[in-house]
C-alpha cells in the first residue's frame, strides 16, 4: 500500500490533511522552514508520507489562512513580509480593533469575559512552557474571538486576512524569549471590556503599539534546517 493509495489510512478525510496544516503552519512559525522556502509536494508527500492530493488541500488551506503564498507559476513557498509590511498591517488591525473594543466596551456577559479569560490563561500557560508557535497561535485567538463577539463578519474576515501575516512578523522579527502579546495588555484590555467607556479602545491600541514595536527592523540571525533535506532525491 502506498501514500497515493486511496485505502492509505493517512487518506482519511480531515485527519491527514489537518496533520500536514498543523505541522507545516508550526514549522513555518517556528522558523524550521525559512521565508521564500519552496514547498514542493512531492517533498512533502514523501517526508509526510500522504498522497500528492492530501498535500495539495493542505496547502491550498494555508494559502486561503494566507500562511504561504500559493502562485500557478512558482507553486507553493513560505512568504516573507518584511519590517516595512508590519506598519501597514499594525495600521489595519488599529483601525479594526480599536472599533471592535469600543462596540464591545460594557457589553460582554460573563460567560463571554470568562471565554476570554481561559485564552489569555492558555496563553501564559503555552509562553511558560516555551511553546512559542502556540503562544503565537492563542494570541490570535484571543484577537479573533473579540472580532467574533462583535458580531459584524466583515470585521472578522478583515481581522482573519491580518492575523497570519502578524504571526509571521512575530516570529521572523520578535527576539528570542519575547512573548507572543504582552499578556498582562490582554488582562488589562479583559479589565476594560467589562465596563463601557473608551478605555477599552485605548487599550487595544496600546496593545497594538506594544506589540508593532517588539519587532525589531531586521529578523534576527538564527540557524534554519533543510527541513526537505532527508526526501529529496540525490543530484545525479
Do not use: W
Amino acid at each position: 500500500m502506498t501514500p497515493d493509495d486511496p485505502a492509505h489510512p493517512d487518506t482519511a478525510p480531515g485527519t491527514a490533511t489537518e496533520r500536514v496544516y498543523d505541522s507545516l503552519y508550526t514549522d513555518i512559525l517556528e522558523r524550521r522552514l525559512a521565508p521564500g522556502t519552496r514547498l514542493r509536494e512531492e517533498e512533502l508527500a514523501a517526508r509526510f508520507a500522504v498522497s500528492r492530493t492530501v498535500i495539495r488541500q493542505a496547502l491550498h488551506r494555508l494559502a486561503q489562512d494566507q500562511v504561504i503564498e500559493l502562485n500557478h507559476n512558482r507553486g507553493a513557498q513560505v512568504p516573507a513580509p518584511t519590517r516595512a509590511d508590519a506598519a501597514h498591517v499594525f495600521d489595519a488591525r488599529r483601525v479594526v480593533e480599536c472599533e471592535i473594543a469600543r462596540r464591545l466596551a460594557g457589553q460582554l456577559t460573563a460567560a463571554q469575559l470568562g471565554q476570554l479569560q481561559a485564552l489569555v490563561d492558555a496563553e501564559a500557560r503555552a509562553d511558560t512552557l516555551g511553546d512559542r508557535s502556540a503562544a503565537i497561535r492563542l494570541s490570535g485567538e484571543f484577537h479573533r474571538a473579540l472580532a467574533q463577539m462583535c458580531g459584524n463578519p466583515v470585521f472578522l474576515r478583515l481581522l482573519e486576512g491580518l492575523l497570519p501575516t502578524t504571526s509571521l512578523l512575530m516570529a521572523l522579527y520578535q527576539p528570542d524569549g519575547t512573548p507572543a502579546c504582552v499578556l498582562h495588555r490582554h488582562v488589562e484590555l479583559i479589565s476594560a471590556l467589562g465596563r463601557p467607556g473608551a478605555a477599552a479602545a485605548t487599550e487595544m491600541r496600546r496593545h497594538l503599539q506594544e506589540i508593532e514595536r517588539s519587532l525589531n527592523p531586521l529578523p534576527p540571525v538564527r540557524p534554519v534546517r533543510d527541513a526537505f533535506k532527508a526526501y529529496r532525491e540525490p543530484a545525479t
